[in-house]
């Protein structure tokens, strides 16, 4: 008896030990992937997002800077949004995590034609976000990577 109460203590350690690490490369994806991106040129136009995570490990990310201040989301399908700053705008919504750096079913909206997307985002091992974009399955999509913004500014030079 003594044995097994001794077997049934260790495989308890174990799976608390290898559930615990789970949790800790869980929080260092989530704590990874806040802070301040630069995306990639899209048509001229380079943000900075702020990525936030929230308590739940859900991600959102909302433009606060790039080359064009004051830009208008002219291209919004509602007529009264076009009237307003690109900045400011939460563009990343609804992104659920789903373990191993991954977040999905969200959407992402481009300001360039007014469209939001289905989309995926991956916290890659070099440190970069893969930002995938995409209608009806990933396959038929687009991946934007976003390097980590470092600067102070949130203006950006235009893009060359």
């Not at 260092?28 to 380079?46: C, I």
């Not at 990525?51 to 991600?59: F, H, K, Y």
């Not at 893969?130 to 950006?156: A, E, K």
Request: some cysteine; hydrophobic content about 40%; proline content about 3%.
């Amino acid at each position: 008896m003594y044995k097994n109460v001794l077997t049934a203590i260790t495989a308890t350690l174990l799976v608390a030990v290898l559930s615990g690490s789970k949790a800790i490369a869980a929080d260092a994806a989530l704590a990874g992937a806040a802070g301040n991106w630069q995306t990639e040129a899209d048509d001229g136009a380079v943000g900075i997002v702020q990525v936030s995570v929230d308590a739940a490990g859900n991600l959102t990310g909302r433009i606060v800077g790039g080359n064009h201040p004051g830009l208008k989301d002219v291209n919004n399908p509602d007529p009264a949004a076009r009237k307003l700053e690109l900045r400011g705008q939460v563009i990343l919504r609804n992104m659920k995590y789903d373990g191993n750096a991954r977040w999905t079913g969200g959407t992402i909206y481009r300001a360039s034609n007014g469209k939001t997307y289905k989309c995926n985002v991956t916290l890659a091992a070099d440190g970069r976000l893969n930002v995938r974009g995409y209608i009806g399955f990933s396959l038929l999509g687009v991946t934007q990577v976003w390097t980590r913004y470092t600067g102070t500014s949130m203006d950006l030079p235009p893009a060359k």
